[in-house]
């Protein structure tokens, strides 16, 4: 059984650094790992999908990267700006269903 | 851009009553999903639908709830007899192929 792991469960650092958030699933038999934000609330916004073929996928200031043998994905964001803050869910994507994290609940201080 | 769509936003009921929260999918997608979020949890796979049958459920998706594609549109959720611990986000998703694109969400408060 998948299980999705985040870590940490929320982070604050100052406007302008760069910062990395951390993923880890169980099974590596994946199709996909997705990245999504959340704003309280609110609905799941799709920021990048790597395949399970792929090493990484980049948009704009975010970059994700994906190791299936270790299990393992990571989130980097450039340059964060208080827009930025927000929960951001990791999900693998299975044969039938998409299995997600918990979040990372991410403060950008201005 | 083709998008999923899900009525009502927010839907506020009375323990025991009955709620269909429907989601129209992208239109040439095949693979219809529903998923909730229960408020400060994470987000949990209800069911998967394909072929106008179930093609896997969770064990959160008991007798009490049912999904339906009744036109070549819409794909709705329905719960018989709500309880409180329903109460949640639903979302409705749906894939042509694996990536799945996600609705907006359905609020559903029950009383």
């Known amino acids: 059984k998948q299980e999705v792991t985040q870590i940490p469960a929320a982070l604050s650092v100052p406007e302008g650094e760069n910062l990395v958030l951390n993923c880890s699933f169980t099974?590596?038999?994946?199709?996909?790992l997705q990245w999504f934000r959340q704003d309280p609330g609110k609905g799941l916004t799709s920021l990048l999908l790597?395949?399970?073929?792929?090493r990484e996928q980049t948009s704009g200031r975010l970059n994700a990267s994906l190791d299936k043998s270790s299990g393992r994905s990571t989130l980097y964001i450039a340059a964060s700006q208080p827009g930025d803050s927000a929960t951001y869910l990791c999900?693998?994507?299975?044969?039938?269903?998409?299995?997600f994290g918990k979040g990372t609940r991410l403060h950008i201080l201005p | 851009e083709p998008e999923v769509t899900q009525t009502p936003s927010h839907q506020v009921t009375q323990m025991g009553q009955e709620v269909i929260l429907r989601c129209v999918p992208i239109?040439?997608?095949?693979?219809f999903y529903w998923y909730r979020q229960i408020l400060g949890q994470k987000v949990e796979f209800l069911v998967s639908?394909?072929?106008?049958?179930?093609?896997?459920k969770s064990e959160i998706f008991d007798d009490q709830f049912s999904v339906e594609r009744p036109d070549g549109s819409n794909f709705t959720l329905k719960i018989r007899s709500t309880k409180l611990e329903d109460s949640a986000m639903y979302f409705c998703?749906?894939?042509?192929?694996?990536?799945?694109?996600f609705g907006p969400g359905t609020r559903l408060t029950v009383l």
């Open positions: 999900a693998s994507g299975g044969d039938d269903k998409i299995i």
């Open positions: 099974d590596s038999a994946i199709y996909n």
């Open positions: 998703a749906s894939s042509r192929v694996n990536e799945q694109f």
């Open positions: 790597i395949q399970s073929s792929q």
């Open positions: 639908f394909y072929n106008n049958e179930i093609s896997e």
């Open positions: 239109s040439n997608h095949l693979y």
